[in-house]
């Protein structure tokens, strides 16, 4: 149950973090067009990137400089996001799919209704499957095989990979399979098996769980050795005697111990998960538990840049911390009602941070832009459900970004106002009444856009909008700009 408990948070702690970082909104040093109705829409568009949210329903971000985009309705319901060489999505992380593209414009992927339905297309035989479980089907590279094939599982089953083949009826309790030269698995439940590999190892049982025993490592120079006769007994040595294992009451380990020279380490354990410590070198390890009150656990590699660290205080209070050249993670928490997370992102050299206070506030912070709510409802750590479910229960918001825009709101974003000194640009929302104002735009609308009018400077020559590009339009005389007046009428410009 412990580790079950410490292996679900840690996942759900990193879940957004594991991977190299991308991005989720616009960040731009130039100017951004802002654009707001209560908590239910807003928009902001830069030169290369846009985002959109239709609160709680859909939101979408595109940054056109790396062809990536990230889509959502109600999330996490349902979310994809990729590049113009790869997508993957995913329904309440159970159901997921994967497509890959090349520049031929030819394609292979995956759909997944995990684990019902699979299908697989693409260029050739190998990338090209189907599977209806439990009918029939086969699968394609999953769980460590190279094909997978069934037909009215557990009726029958097959797997290979390589030169290796299995097969089973009535999975698990009749199988064989081999290579045909050192590999030999034979299995008839529970009455005896035999699992082989010629100079490598030799597994066997008879009247499973019982007995079991067999060989491991018989190619190398200190082949270990096992026995078990369930529960009472099981052990485990090498024939140098330089590593052993031995454990009463096997699973639950009234009381268990062991030690292995090579990697310089020693386990105690007593009845089970109550009482834990383990030690290593070779990796680094240490862990202490005395659950459910304390729990200490690290792993360090040197040959590897990475490091991870858990402590845990009676489960709901502690912290994680991971170092990779992905990531460096640095998570506390009081569940539910504290958490603080760090994140740094070498390949990209970005520093974030978050922190909330559940369910008073929320606060974010990425190198130069940061901002804070009031309220914050969802007490776990997650950067997407706030952006898309917070603004329906927002009492208070407030961020500055990259660009040094400044926002603030209040009431469920009844009051809105966003300006940029640098860029002399101003936005007003007021219960339906919308107003801008900058040197190349100015707007008034009523009743949420339903009726306004607005102006927009463009470049004679170029005919763009001269907003986005301050810089250049400073450079530029007035005879070279030119003014262009809509009148707006049911969200339509005329």
């Known amino acids: ?83 113009n060489y790869w997508r993957t999505w995913t329904f309440l992380y159970l159901f997921n799919g994967d497509d890959k593209y090349n520049r031929t414009e030819k394609s292979e992927g995956e759909i997944m209704l995990t684990p019902f339905f699979y299908w697989g297309y693409g260029n050739n035989e190998k990338e090209q499957f189907f599977s209806f479980f439990p009918f029939y089907g086969t699968v394609k590279d999953k769980l460590s095989w190279e094909e997978i094939r069934f037909v009215l599982f557990p009726l029958y089953v097959s797997w290979k990979y390589k030169n290796y083949q299995a097969h089973s009826i009535l999975w698990p309790l009749i199988l064989w399979g081999g290579d045909g030269y050192k590999r030999r698995d034979l299995r008839i439940f529970p009455f005896y098996s035999s699992k082989v590999h010629q100079d490598k190892y030799e597994h066997k049982t008879f009247l499973w769980p019982f007995f079991q025993w067999g060989s491991d490592d018989l190619d190398k120079k200190d082949p270990r050795h096992f026995f078990m006769f369930f529960p009472l007994y099981s052990q485990k040595r090498s024939e140098s005697g330089s590593m052993y294992a031995y454990s009463i009451l096997y699973p639950i380990s009234l009381v268990s111990w062991g030690r292995d020279q090579k990697a310089q380490s020693f386990d105690f354990r007593l009845l089970w998960i109550l009482f834990q410590y383990s030690k290593s070198e070779k990796p680094y390890i240490r862990r202490w538990v005395i659950f459910p009150f304390y729990a200490h656990y690290v792993f360090g590699n ?137 040197p190349y735009q100015f707007e008034i609308s009523f009743l949420g856009g339903l009726l306004g009018f607005s102006k927009t400077v463009y470049s004679k020559k170029e005919q763009m909008p001269l907003y986005f590009y301050p810089k250049y339009a400073s450079l530029l005389n007035e005879d070279e700009k030119e003014s262009k007046y809509y009148l707006h009428f049911l969200w339509f410009k005329f």
Do not use: C
Not at 1 to 22: C, E, N, P, Q, T
Not at 354 to 365: E, Q, R
Not at 376 to 384: G, K, Y
């Open 1 to 83: 149950m412990f580790r079950f408990l410490v292996s679900f948070i840690f996942y759900f702690a990193l879940i957004f973090s594991v991977d190299a970082r991308l991005p989720n909104r616009v960040q731009t040093e130039g100017p951004i067009q802002y654009y707001e109705f209560l908590f239910l829409y807003d928009s902001s568009i830069s030169v290369e990137q846009k985002e959109i949210h239709l609160h709680p329903f859909f939101s979408r971000y595109y940054n056109f400089e790396k062809a990536y985009y990230f889509n959502t309705f109600l999330y996490p319901l349902y979310y994809y996001h990729g590049t």
């Open 302 to 438: 040197n040959e590897l840049p990475y490091y991870n660290e858990m402590n845990f205080y009676l489960i709901l209070l502690g912290n994680l911390k991971t170092e990779s050249a992905l990531i460096q993670s640095n998570y506390q928490f009081f569940l539910p009602f504290w958490s603080h997370y760090y994140r740094y992102y070498p390949q990209d050299q970005v520093t974030t941070r978050s922190w909330k206070f559940w369910p008073v506030m929320n606060y974010w912070d990425e190198e130069n832009a940061y901002g804070w709510r009031i309220l914050s409802l969802w007490p776990f750590p997650d950067d997407f459900f706030e952006k898309n479910w917070g603004p329906l229960y927002s009492i208070v918001e407030y961020a500055k970004y990259e660009n040094q825009d400044k926002y603030f709101s209040m009431f469920l974003r009844l009051f809105s106002v966003r300006w940029n000194k640098q860029y002399d640009d101003f936005n007003l929302f007021l219960a339906g009444f919308y107003y801008k104002n900058n």
